[in-house]
């Protein structure tokens, strides 16, 4: 059953671009006003959560051409689920 795991890739994929959008809006707000951008804020708010939903779609490519291959899929969309409640911590200030 192959439509199970890619629901939930395409849940945990949602999520974190929504965060990546949401990223690259604080990142251009900074940029207007400040002038220039952290790295490690481009990293945090935009390229990590994007490498997540990239990672996510490969697993989900690979678990559609390889049913066997369809534990990678929930493995890693439980493992992006999970790390959702601490990337919100740490991108809302830790507190």
Not at 70 to 79: G, I
Not at 86 to 93: D, I, V
């Amino acid at each position: 059953m192959v439509r199970a795991p890619n629901i939930l890739v395409a849940v945990s994929a949602f999520f974190w671009l929504a965060f990546a959008l949401m990223g690259s809006t604080l990142v251009a707000g900074v940029a207007e006003r400040v002038g220039s951008v952290n790295v490690g804020q481009l990293e945090f708010y935009v390229i990590f959560p994007l490498v997540v939903v990239v990672s996510l779609a490969l697993s989900a490519w690979v678990g559609t051409k390889y049913p066997k291959s369809e534990w990678l899929q929930v493995v890693l969309s439980v493992l992006a689920l999970v790390l959702l409640l601490p990337y919100c911590t740490m991108s809302g200030g830790g507190v």
